[in-house]
């Protein structure tokens, strides 16, 4: 079939809108019409040239929702019709690492995924006999993609697809970040760096949770409000000084657990400094830049702090995904406060412009 997509020519130039092809589904796999996508910082960093990863061409976008068209042999958990969110971090539930328990991170079909190949070790996208490869295992800024039946998550039909997207990657890598990594207690405290999706993301979990203490910290006043409108029950500026002014609000202790996601080291390390002596947690959510490192003074570890890590908020994707869709349905998540523009996937340049101005939270494209 023929499809409209924003392909990724060349690294540090705008993305390229138009027609190429996609083979029908394999064995395992699954053809879905997308209906949104967002726009994710992954998506920029990559068209930018600097992830040392990236290949081209390929067609990018990994925060898709859409409906099911076709099925491949073998598939059985998925049907024409249903609705999915894309997962660039899968769930097969049989490798060593989904069998353990001890992590989301799936090891089924990660080689080929990193090399922008499905599992069999092939593409589906084309331009005459020209390969494409997939993003992530994804590639959602088209309006249809195929995928491997383990990286699809199942969500309820009466949820709108244009705010489930966000579950996909941003929403779900904050919200995961509170209640799978660090398991906010009620009635804790609780500081967020960073107040994008993820960071927002984290507002809302810990309000989930029922942290009794959420300080946020951001420079711009305009998601510092965003962040109040969600459960923050304070909000700092940041800068140099942010850590002091964070001890002196946690009567010189700091917070029960920490949450970084602007992907800037010395933010990160602001936010080890932030946690509390004895027990505080630290979780990392923001990808810092090719060959940066973060420092860390051990006597923050010795006297008992921790810094976890947070890889799609150590969400189970076809586990965890549809359960947060039902409790927004529940009205328990907002989800909806998270989406800022709409655009058509024409515009996708326009989408990363908003992005690189911070202008807005996300931005959702969507699909003729």
């Known amino acids: 079939m023929q499809i409209r997509a924003a392909v990724l020519e060349e690294f540090g130039k705008p993305l390229v809108v138009q027609d190429i092809g996609l083979d029908g ?5 699954v053809l879905v019409r997308v209906e949104a996508c967002g726009v994710c910082h992954t998506d920029m960093y990559t068209a930018s040239g600097v ?30 019709g249903d609705h999915v969110l894309t997962l660039f971090s899968p769930q097969c539930r049989e490798c060593l690492h989904c069998a353990s328990g001890k992590t989301n991170i799936c090891l089924s079909i990660r080689d080929q995924q990193n090399a922008g190949h499905l599992p069999d070790g092939t593409t589906r996208l084309h331009r005459g006999d020209e390969r494409i490869r997939h993003f992530m295992g994804t590639s959602t800024f088209a309006q249809a993609t195929v995928m491997p039946e383990v990286a699809l998550a199942k969500v309820p039909q009466e949820a709108p697809l244009d705010v489930l997207c966000t579950l996909a990657c941003g929403a779900t890598t904050g919200i995961g970040a509170a209640i799978y990594i660090a398991q906010v207690e009620r009635g804790s405290t609780c500081v967020v760096f960073g107040a994008g ?23 711009s006043e305009q998601r510092l409000t965003q962040a109040r409108d969600l459960g923050a029950t304070d909000t700092l500026g940041g800068g140099a000084g942010v850590v002091e002014r964070i001890l002196e609000m946690t009567g010189g202790f700091g917070a029960d657990y920490t949450f970084e996601a602007t992907g800037l ?8 400094e932030a946690a509390r002596i004895g027990w505080g947690q630290c979780v990392i959510a923001g990808v810092a830049g090719r060959g940066e490192t973060l420092d860390i003074v051990p006597r923050y570890l010795i006297t008992g702090r921790r810094v976890a890590g947070a890889s799609f908020g150590g969400a189970r994707g076809r586990d965890n995904v549809p359960e947060l869709a039902q409790l927004y349905l ?35 494209l969507t699909f003729d």
């Open 330 to 364: 529940d009205g328990r998540l907002p989800l909806d406060k998270f989406i800022s523009h709409h655009l058509p996937l024409e515009r996708v340049n326009d989408a990363f412009d908003l992005m690189h101005h911070q202008d807005g939270i996300r931005t959702v």
């Open 25 to 29: 589904p394999k064995a395992g796999e």
């Open 265 to 272: 080291v010395e933010v990160m390390r602001q936010a080890v």
């Open 51 to 80: 992830d040392p990863s990236g290949y081209a061409p390929t067609v990018l976008g990994h925060e898709g929702a859409g409906v099911v068209e076709a099925v491949g042999d073998g598939v059985t958990s998925l049907a024409p």
């Open 197 to 219: 999706l993820v960071g927002l993301g984290a507002v809302a979990g810990c309000t989930l949770a029922g942290a009794e203490r959420i300080i946020v910290v951001d420079p």
